[in-house]
């Protein structure tokens, strides 16, 4: 191969564990590997994008990626670093989510060409549907010994936490059908490499040991570290939940915004991640961002590239005009371009007041938008003297006390925004 998987990883800071012989394996010729992705929502989070990375780089060194829908693991639940089992899904649930997970994968993963490394879509759920429970304890159960699972760190833990629950059989014996994915598509794809997060190490292993006695042959695992912030919150996680991929979950300006907001620190270990510039671009990159930290270069670069790559040139086009009506100079007009659900993203928590559309006609005079309608500012006397005094701003634009509040102000047919000053932001929201 021309190009070196492995060195390309580990310069990335994407290697926890990797099988002796891995490398000369994948140095050989064209492989097939895999990562298992979990079907539980119908998009993928920013805590999927780090196998789906790797999935990447595998097939731009040639090699042929599967991305493995986890159907009937997804039905099970896996108690690596879990406390509790997930819920388990129905059939049509699962089919929808793999629909709309692969139709994210895409973007990465390129399923549509005529090159032999095309990546492939697959759902364990297709060949355990139809395995009997006395099939797959006599094939697949006997090869493996208790003793061998119980020693695995993922079910070691939860024996010996404090969770009065326990572990379920059904979840003790997901390494089991884990496992058996691996030997599935070994036998039935030449896959000989399974990839995921170092938690994961347990469950790979267990597969490579069933090529190994059931198989006769040999399999490998590679794992990457997972990912953390440097200030011990939860990476992926913000106030409201996961960051999805969807934008319809995750908007994309609330996407950018989250890692334009990354430290120093994890930018600087985020941008090998989660982009495809090249070693040299990013020494150079950070060079410039250790000169002149306060310019935010590493995030502005890291935030750009990963809102083009899942979302679209224009969706980051549109979040940096979002972002600079914030904090930066900006329009009525680019205001007014603001779709409802960006709109309410980047004034969250502003305070808001709401009012009815009839009293926008003929219109609402400044004062009562200002202070006896709203609240806004704490008097009618108040109000009059941020207005003398040039302050006050609607959609952006200054205003003066004979100005009139009309329905061609409102945004999306819903809002207008008030602004005293440079900071203080007041929603009015027309119903």
Known sequence: M??????????????????????????????????????????????????????????LAGHKPFALVGG??????????KSAERNLLDEATLRHNEEALKAQLARFLDFESDRPNAAVLVNN??????????????????????????????????????????????????????GYDFLYLYQNHNCTLQMGGSDQWGNITTGTELIRRIGGGKGFALTCPLITKADGTKFGKTEGGNVWLDAKRTSPYRFYQYWLNTSDEDAEKYIKIFTFLNQEEIGELVEQHQQEPHLRGLQKKLAEEITTMVHSKEDLENAIKASNILFGKSTSEDLK??????????????????????ELNPGLDMIGALAAKTGFLGSNGEARRELKQN???????????????????????KFVLLQRGKKNYFVLVVA
Request: net charge negative; glycine share 6%; aromatic share 10%.
């Open 2 to 59: 021309e190009k070196n998987f492995v060195q390309e990883l580990q310069w990335r800071g994407m290697v926890h564990d990797i099988m002796p012989g891995a490398e000369k394996h994948l140095m050989e010729e064209m492989q097939a590997a895999y990562v298992g992705i979990d079907p539980t929502a119908d998009s993928l989070h920013i805590g999927h994008l780090v196998s789906v990375m790797m999935l990447r780089h595998f097939q």
């Open 72 to 81: 009937a693991t997804g039905m099970i639940g896996d108690p690596s670093g």
């Open 125 to 178: 759920y297709d060949w355990m549907k139809n395995f009997s429970f006395l099939d797959f304890i006599r094939d697949v159960g006997k090869h493996i010994t208790v003793n061998y699972m119980m020693a695995k760190d993922s079910v070691k833990k939860r024996l010996s936490s404090d969770a009065k629950e326990g572990m379920s059989f059904t979840e003790f014996t997901y390494q089991l059908v884990q």
């Open 337 to 358: 371009a603001l779709d409802e659900n960006t709109f309410l993203d980047v004034f969250d928590g502003v305070p808001q007041a709401q009012i009815s559309k009839g």
């Open 391 to 413: 302050s006050i701003s609607v959609n952006k634009q200054k205003v003066k006390e004979d100005y009139l509040i009309s329905e061609t102000d409102l945004i999306n047919n």
